[in-house]
């Protein structure tokens, strides 16, 4: 019974996705689009199942689909497992992956490919369950390339502009770097444990026998693994230019789900971070940096969907310093807050893309408060919720994470505390410069300011509602999703006491916040400042708004000489090898041409010399010993 | 009855085999027609069977002869095949002389 449901948890996107691939060109866009989502509303709907059962019994579901590998003493079954943590992942990507579907219906419409991009779709959360519900490492392997995949797909999926081919390539490359990584420490792993079974890691890990040196080279492999999928630095880069794809699409993979991968990883493998605790220093100080550098990049950018995409990159870091820190529950909690928000942010983005015709400068923006009332009510809900403003989700996952990083460094408090306060700041001049005061778009957009149809907004107001109310699940005092974590953690983490501390901290965060919001609220309300024309930024802001020339930096640094080196190999090595190859088959050639004079035909001369042959046989063998 | 070999000596089976054995030889080398090279090479395929009767008897043991069976019957097929040949051969190029045949020059 258990083994058909999971089954159909798994299958019915993949489903989907042939359905979409093979038939959805005939079948229409009503319908394509309408069995895209309700495949991946039964996956939603299993994984409610699955985890009410769960939540009952409190007894993970560990399936073996078959055997898989099996060379020496290393195993590998095709498993599954359903615990606390696959669960939780299940229920937000198929969750927010139905709404985002559901809001696609709309969005796409006017694509002529919406099969296609239903199939992307589709199989994207396909792999992400895989990648959720493996019971090994290298069933998640199969998710994180076929998540990868379909993020390099739906990025290019308006393949007719190249510079979106390019933005793809740079974020399969990327993710490629990071993948390496991954792939070196599952190898180390594999070579360690003799299996890549989670639980079976697990008890090999607490039954002592501790090669630390090798376990911190795994798990350092794993973060860089981690890096590539989660956009952290060094490899960020590709996350802003993946903005290309169409917005829902950012929605999903590039600030819901995907992207959390990594977090998901280092959470899933704990107990290996717990016993390299310099490893830890090295995630904690990558994602403080990270959530700094990026937060402060997104003050300067003009396309609204940038701003979204640098957030995410630095929301993504304030996670993994609470990875870092060893709050993995911390980090969780974050990751379904800022899923529900950022969704919620992207899909109210796309809908302000939408009515204005695909414009997505904030210079031509402001004013749209009035046509597009859901959007900005929504959005604001969200913008609230990630700067951090009581009550709502955001406010309380980001100041656990404050809270723990105050605990353990105050350098690194001080650093998400800075990200946080512009975090507030550039979400809400995104706010002012697309919502208020007037709009700065051309008369013709002017007349065509219109609210999104339902579709568009009711998703919107599911999100908004969870970006409001998210913050339950793990209130200080119940903490609901601590406990709920418990068992797969190694380490148990400790409750915090609300005390004096707490409250102050609470404090500085909120004030923190508000400083930002004033700050933008001056800068853009009351002084109505626009951005200025790219040509007009000078100084450390152009550095800045530059994005530092780190894709500069990278292009000079490691792409120039590569393509020196693979131009090189082009023209002098390719060359010189041919001949040596080309020079072996003449010299055969004429050996044999050579060697063809023998033949000549008659046959007496072969005779002769058969019988010469036989007689040499025979006395060698005679007389010769 | 004594037997047979008492009366002759093993050494003249050999010599005469390894006569025979020769005359097909040469016969092989110096002969252009195709058929005389066939029966030359019967004779050497005989000179071998007549070797191993002899051996079989000289050692007691029946399993030359039985041997010799077989390569009688494979020679049978051998001589239809080679036949068949040489007859097609005929057809082709009106001779049988091997040195008309230089279709196997590289």
Redesign the interface.
């Known amino acids: 019974m258990d083994n058909s449901l999971v089954l159909l948890l798994l299958l019915t996107p993949f489903v989907g996705f042939l359905f979409n691939v093979f038939l959805g060109k005939k079948a229409g866009k009503g319908i394509s689009g309408a069995l895209g989502t309700l495949a991946v509303v039964v996956s939603f709907a299993m994984s409610v199942y699955f985890f009410m059962q769960l939540n009952a019994s409190g007894k993970p579901i560990a399936i073996k689909l078959l055997d898989w590998i099996q060379i020496g003493n290393l195993k590998v079954d095709f498993g599954i497992l359903l615990d606390q943590l696959s669960l939780l992942w299940l229920l937000f990507v198929t969750g927010i992956g139905s709404l985002i579907h559901l809001y696609s219906i709309s969005y796409m419409h006017d694509d002529e490919n919406m099969h296609k991009f239903f199939a992307y779709l589709n199989l994207f959360v396909f792999f992400m369950i895989t990648l959720v519900v493996g019971s090994n490492l290298l069933v998640m392997f199969i998710g994180w390339e076929g998540v990868g995949l379909c993020s390099y797909l739906l990025i290019g999926f308006w393949h007719k502009n190249q510079e979106y081919n390019d933005a793809a390539k740079k974020a399969f490359i990327m993710n490629r770097i990071g993948d390496l990584g991954f792939l070196i420490g599952i190898f180390i792993l594999a070579s360690l444990f003799s299996t890549l079974n989670f639980v079976e890691m697990k008890q090999a890990l607490s039954a002592g026998n501790t090669n630390t040196a090798l376990y911190s080279i795994a798990a350092l492999c794993l973060f860089i693994g981690a890096t590539g999928k989660s956009a952290q630095l060094p490899l960020y880069t590709w996350l802003p230019d993946a903005m290309a794809g169409p917005t829902p699409v950012s929605a999903l993979i590039h600030a819901a789900t995907m992207v959390t991968a990594g977090i998901f990883m280092i959470t899933r493998m704990n107990f290996l971070f717990d016993v390299t605790p310099e490893v830890q220093n090295i995630i904690a100080i990558v994602g403080a940096i990270t959530a700094l550098v990026a937060a402060s990049i997104g003050l300067f950018q003009n396309d609204i969907k940038k701003v979204l995409a640098y957030s995410t990159v630095s929301q993504l870091g304030l996670m993994f310093l609470a990875l870092g820190l060893g709050a993995y529950n911390v980090a969780v909690f974050h990751v379904i807050t800022h899923a529900f928000f950022k969704a919620c942010l992207f899909l109210g983005s796309g809908s302000v893309i939408h009515a204005l015709h695909g414009e997505q400068d904030m210079r031509k923006m402001g004013g749209l408060r009035k046509a597009m009332p859901i959007t900005f009510a929504t959005m604001l809900i969200s913008t609230l919720a990630i700067a951090g403003i009581f009550p709502f989700a955001g406010f309380w996952s980001k100041d656990e994470i404050l809270m723990v990083a105050f605990e353990h460094n105050k350098g690194l408090w001080i650093m998400g505390s800075i990200a946080s306060i512009m975090t507030a700041f550039y979400m809400f001049r995104l706010m002012y410069l697309t919502f208020f005061r007037d709009f700065r778009g051309t008369e013709e957009q002017k007349h065509h300011l219109h609210e999104s149809p339902s579709l568009i907004t009711w998703p919107l107001i599911i999100l908004a509602a969870l970006a409001t109310f998210g913050g339950l699940i793990n209130l200080p005092g119940s903490n609901w999703l601590n406990h709920f974590l418990e068992p797969i953690l190694a380490r148990k983490h400790e409750e915090h006491a609300l005390g004096s501390q707490e409250y102050m901290l609470m404090g500085i965060a909120l004030t923190g916040a508000i400083i930002g919001i004033g700050w933008a609220y001056s800068k853009y309300i009351k002084e109505g400042f626009v951005p200025k024309q790219d040509s007009e930024i000078v100084g450390f802001s152009k550095t800045i708004y530059h994005k530092y020339y780190v894709d500069e930096f990278y292009m000079s640094l490691i792409l120039k000489p590569l393509n020196a080196l693979s131009n090189f190999f082009r023209t002098t090595l390719e060359p010189a090898l041919g001949n040596i190859v080309y020079g072996l088959g003449t010299v055969a050639n004429g050996l044999g041409n050579q060697g063809?004079?023998?033949?000549?035909?008659?046959?007496?001369l072969?005779?002769?010399a058969f019988?010469i042959g036989v007689l040499a046989l025979v006395s060698y063998l005679f007389l010769g010993q | 009855m004594d037997n047979i070999l008492n009366q002759i000596g093993i050494e003249n089976y050999i010599f005469l085999s390894i006569l025979l054995f020769c005359i097909g030889?040469f016969g092989?080398?110096y002969r252009?027609n195709a058929i005389i090279?066939f029966m030359s090479i019967e004779i050497m395929l005989n000179a071998v069977n007549l070797l191993f009767v002899a051996f079989s008897t000289y050692h007691q043991d029946p399993k030359g002869q039985v041997f010799v069976f077989f390569s009688m019957t494979v020679a049978a097929a051998e001589v239809a095949v080679g036949l068949a040949i040489l007859v097609s051969v005929f057809r082709n190029i009106g001779s049988v002389d091997?040195?008309n045949?230089?279709?196997?020059?590289?």
Do not use: D, E, H, M
């Open positions: 063809k004079k023998v033949q000549t035909g008659s046959i007496g072969y005779l002769f019988v | 030889v092989v080398l252009r090279v091997i040195s045949l230089k279709n196997l020059k590289g």
